[in-house]
T-cell receptor, first 114, second 111 residues
């Protein structure tokens, strides 16, 4: 079946602009995660959605970052007033109880803030 | 990574065996994952250990010792295509299933 998809694959923006990144999880997966990977760094957890439960936002680095998941499927990560330090690859993953919550990753969105 | 340690780089020869070690903080542990990541690509799931011992999957095996906070990934019969970063990640228990990743081990396989 189809894997996790993300769009756009690349995004170049100017400092101060808002950006929206989209994630389509594997069909039927109840859990969805956002991570970011900066150059030379490990993946950093941002936010986690599980079904209709309140999301775990503990990894969001500032209030400029927000995410929503509509209808238990597609998710959008929004970064407001982007800064140069926001430049990174933003990865989305999804998982399901039937696979012991093993996370499967999408190809990522490479964000460059000029 | 947050309390996850693995070597930054390793080099091995095609056809050989390589072991990539990972140590982690044991509190809140709920599983240990290994992912492979080629440059510019998404991490790909390799293995998952939640109980002590060795899990074998073809040329790849992963070992876990929960009491020692230690895991390793063993790659046999190395191929050039195995050149990639190998990411060790521990899962946090409780209401969230988030993963805490190490910074990864960059493996270079040489002819």
């Amino acid at each position: 079946g189809a894997g996790v998809s993300q769009s756009p694959s690349n995004k170049v923006t100017e400092k101060g602009k808002d950006v929206e990144l989209r994630c389509d999880p594997i069909s039927g997966h109840t859990a969805l995660y956002w991570y970011r990977q900066s150059l030379g760094q490990g993946l950093e957890f941002l936010i986690y959605f599980q079904g209709n439960s309140a999301p775990d936002k503990s990894g969001l680095p500032s209030d400029r970052f927000s995410a929503e998941r509509t209808g238990g499927s597609v998710s959008t990560l929004t970064i407001q007033r982007t800064q140069q330090e926001d430049s990174a690859v933003y990865l989305c993953a999804s998982s399901d109880r039937r696979q012991d919550y093993t996370q499967y990753f999408g190809p990522g969105t490479r964000l460059t803030v000029l | 990574g947050q309390n996850i340690d693995q070597p930054t780089e390793m080099t091995a020869t095609e056809g050989a065996i390589v072991q990539i070690n990972c140590t982690y903080q044991t509190s809140g542990f709920n599983g240990l994952f290994w992912y492979q990541q080629h440059a510019g690509e998404a991490p790909t799931f390799l293995s998952y250990n939640v109980l002590d011992g060795l899990e074998e999957k073809g040329r790849f095996s992963s070992f876990l010792s929960r009491s020692k906070g230690y895991s390793y990934l063993l790659l046999k019969e190395l191929q050039m295509k195995d050149s990639a970063s190998y990411l060790c990640a521990r899962r946090i228990g409780g209401a969230t299933n988030k993963l805490i990743f190490g910074t990864g081990t960059l493996l270079a396989v040489q002819p």
